[in-house]
Structure formats: structure tokens, C-alpha cells
């Protein structure tokens, strides 16, 4: 059978790996640490004295996490390990390596693949981790893609969701909502949105940049708890208020929203919060600091280029999130976002 | 939608920890290196101060890799785990921390993932490591499961497959051919053996148990390369003879079959060494090793009840497996075995 132009498992993996190394963009930060790379049975990888490891895994299924018309197979790559980076951030840790096992379907072809691990030496350049191994196995069912990340953190000092306290700040990173919207973009059908908008909310949703060092800026500033914006605000926030027992009060009206959100929400006579709270896969970080940690945080997090903004304050409770609206209204934001088998 | 029993994807994590906590049927050894554990962003681990780390995922597909008539769900939570396990044994290590990706297919039910952590938890105690985070998703396709397996390995130490030089002894740990002939006896009608050697036949298949103790021990005795068998002896030996560059010279009548392998293939007319060259799938382990490394060896492993079995020699040469049979007759032996795509 030629269906790789004639290239079996082993030699599948070995043209694949070529082609991630030829598209890596820069230097692999990790590569120093790489002591058995791809072919053998495991990789043999250098722990960095003084630190724990951090381990997560990401599974994207075509059909249910991406589709053909919305995610090119390089944009699969790339948010694939992404979202597995964007773990190791929402610990405040530094993502170092990578295994990614894919089982390939039928219709899948070569320039595919190597669409894929173009896409996913791109995320490794952008994130300084090393791809060092995985699985190539073929399905009759729809393409799946695993990615594990494996990193490092500061013995000790892992953020966890579970530290928030009454009196501190609650924040996001960045603008929260685009990657709903540039999803809700691609499946519309006309001209909604002026090119660069348009290829903003795009951007935001195939290949979202995970916070790595504004994560790392904010475990070092102190930081009481962190989570990462997968499923949505809603759903993240509750997470962290119910893992700490106290109750998060979001004042939504300083929810920072790209204007290409915006614009995108009034065409289509939507409410731009909708994205923000359950659009999901923004791969911001959210999280809770004392005020004296936030301000630290927020100057050493502008000088990387990352906006640190303020939505909300930490008060005793429960384990519930309130949303205070412009009009004085108050409601209790249920947890939902995106989730599997509900 | 009420498709297990209610539960929603987070409380469906939380149900098969539950399960995998319950079914875990010895106190896992690396628990107390387990900091943050299942629930988080990502788990956080101790490192072992002098150790290098191994790093291995491997991916099932149903259908594929196995099928309902021949794997319950129990023996594939098992073998998913226990393929990873197997390649951290090949490098000489000892394996830790599992993460374990689920794409649960339309027809699985809830006592179907039961069945599936009850596996996972029997591997882990056998293998004495722990279960630390995973994702579970929808999926149209088949079930597919990947296992990413972590461990440790003394710096400096670990076993490649390149190590193999002129003079060395070739060995295998237990015995070879059994889980493949136990897939063909899954699948074939009437009674062919009697019911002690058809169970032992099917336990090679379904609960084939990953070689960490003699993988040890031989990268504690100096073994020169070292390989475990997944895709078969055939395959196996090549990659060895490749990485190595030498000739692996194996006399075929050294190399070790079950009885019950031996009685299968008779009852069948069929040549009970096809099974162990080309079945793949017996997770034990083939090296090479000085013939002073490999009789230290051999002590070790006879300690731990595991038999070490010498079953060729290596000698100077380019990357090629000859088999020398009892009749004098001497072939190469292709690296054919089971490979995806070809």
C-alpha cells in the first residue's frame, strides 16, 4: 500500500520528525536537555535541579474540538499542544517537552501530516518546548491528536486553583471572548467584519498563544490561584471559587473584550459577553492575587507585552461566582462552558 | 442527557478517579511523590534527585488494536498502560506517573469505564506507579486510549538500543510468541488446548505484564542494548542490529516457547516460531550484554523469577538479523512485524 507515498510506520515517523525539526523557527530552548531524542523507546530527558514536574494531556477529536472548515491541520497542531502549554502556564510553570500521539483517518493525507507537525513546530517555537516523542496509529473513525507537556516549576511554588482569599483581586489576562467569536466567524457565511478584525478573532481561535509568561510573572508575584480559560469564564471562575470556598464577585463591565468582539457581537445583534463567559478556549489565564501582588504583577506582566486587568474581588462564601452588571443587577453565574456527555 | 447515569465530564473524571481508587489493589509506591494530584491544571510530581527522566506514550485504537471479542475493557485500561510501561522497562527505568486520554465511542457505557479504570488501577499496582491526570472526550469513531507513561532513570544510565557490540550475548526475558498466539486462540472456535494452557495463552494477550524488575537489573549489570518486544522478535532485533550496526546472529532453537504455544501451533499445523518472530505484543524484553554482564544477569533475574535466555550472539556488521536453525540452514531475518500503513 502507498497511501504515504509508500512509507510505512517507522518511516512515517521518521519524515515527519524531519519535517517538524526543518519548521522549527528558532532554536529549541529545551534541546540542551534532550539527551535520547525520537527513536528509541522513551525519551531520555534532564530534570533542572530545584524544580517538580508538571504533566497534563489534551485530546482533540475531529468533529467535537475542531472541523475541517474551521482548523487546518497546521492550526490543529498548533492548539493541540497548545492547550496542554497553556496547563503547564496555569501552574506558573515552563512548558519544556512534548509527546504527541495522533491516529490518523482514512481521508487524511501526507501534505496533511505535514501541515500537522508544522503547525505543531510552530507552537514550540512560539512556547520554547521540544517535541521528543509519540504514537502514529491508524483509525477508521474520525483523526484524534493526544498531546502531553511535560514541565518544570520552582519547587514549592505551583499555583494552584485553590488558594484564593477575601480581599483579593481577581483577574484575566489579555481580552477574553475571541476565540467563540472567531469560531462563530468562520462558520458564518458573508462579510461581517473589516479583514484585519476579522483575521484577529480568526487568529484567536486557530492558534491561541498560551500565557507562559505572564503565568510564570504571577506564580513569582505571588499569586493565591490560577486556572486557565479552556471552557469559559464562567466555568473557570467557579472552578477556583469552589476549590477555594469563597465566593468571586465579578464586576462584568470590566471584562476586557477585543473591539473585534464587539463588532462581531453587534452585526449579529448578540451580547459580546456571551463569548467571554462561555465561549471557552481562550487559553488567558484567570486567577486571584492580593492587591499589592496584582500591582507587581501587572507592571512586570506590561513590560512582556500583557495586559493584566482587574474584573472582580474575592469575598467569603461558598464556592459561588456573582456577576454585578453596569445596572446594578446581580446574578449567581452558573458554571457552564463547554463540556462533554452534558 | 442522562448517558451515564447524569453525569456531566467533570463529574465523570471524578467518578473513575474514584473507581481507579478503589480498585487500586496495593498502596501506590509513588504517591507520596504525587503533590498535586488529579483535579488541577496539571499534576505536580517530585523529581528523584539523580535521575534522568523517561518519557513514552502509545495510543490503541479499538478495532485496531484490539476488538471487543478478544479485550474487555478491564485487559484494554491494562495493556494501554502497560505498552508505555513496557518502553520505560526497555530503558532500564522505573516508571511513576501515568496520564491517560480517553475518546469514549457512542456504544460505551458506564460500567464499560468502570471496567476500563479497574484495568488501569491493576496495571498501575503491578507496576507500582500512579495515575496523575488525563482528559476524556466524545468521540463518533472507535474508543481510542492513550497512555503517557513518566519515569526515572539513575543519570547517565539509561539502556539505548545502540549499545550492542561484537562479542556480546543476545537475550530475551521470558518467553516469546505466547500473546500473539493467545490473540489467534481468542479468535478460533472449538477447543484446541486444554483450559490451563488456553488461559495462560490469553493472559499473554490481554494482561501482558511489563518487564521493569529484569529491565533493572540488566542496566544495573551493564547491558549494551535493550528493547522490548511490542511489534515482535523480528522487528525488535533489526532495530538493535541498526542502531548498533552490528550483525545479530540468533540460533532459533534457543529461543524460548511456552508449552502451550508450542501445543497451539500443533494443534494448527502451524510453525509455533512465526508467532514469536512476527506476533509482537509479549512486552518482554531483548538485548544484548557482555557474557560476563549477562551471567550477573542472569543470577539477578532468577532472584526475581524471571528466566534470562541467551539466544544468539553478536558479531561484526551492518545493520542485519541472520537466524541459524537447528538444520544448519541460515536466513535473514526481515524486520517485518505488525506495522501501521504498510
Redo the contacts between chains.
Sequence with gaps: ?T??NG????G?IAHLTARYRAALQKQEPAAGGV??DIG????????V?G???????????E???FLPETMGFADVGYKAVAASVS??A??G?TPR?V???????DAVSLPDLEALYDGVAAICSDARCAL???????????F?I?S?V??G?PAGT?V??SGARPGDVVFVTGTVGASGAGLALLQASGVLLPADEAAALRTCHQRPLPQVGAGQILRSCGATS???ISDGLASELNEIAR?SQVRLRIDTARIPLLPALQNFARSRSEDPYEYAWYGGEDYQLVGTASPFAFARALAQCESIGVKLTQIGRVEPGDGEVVAQFPDGRIDLVEPRGY????
Design positions: 500500500m497511501r504515504f512509507l510505512d510506520e517507522f512515517l539527551l535520547v528509541d523507546d522513551a525519551a531520555v530527558l534532564a530534570a535541579a524544580e517538580e514536574l508538571l504533566m497534563t494531556t489534551d485530546t482533540m477529536v468533529g467535537v474540538h496547563d503547564i496555569a501552574m510553570g517537552y509527546v504527541l500521539s495522533i491516529a490518523i483517518a521528543v516523542g509519540g504514537d502514529v496509529v491508524h483509525t477508521p473513525g474520525p484524534v493526544t502531553t511535560l514541565g516549576v505551583a494552584k486553583r490560577l486556572d486557565d476549590a463540556n462533554h456527555f452534558k
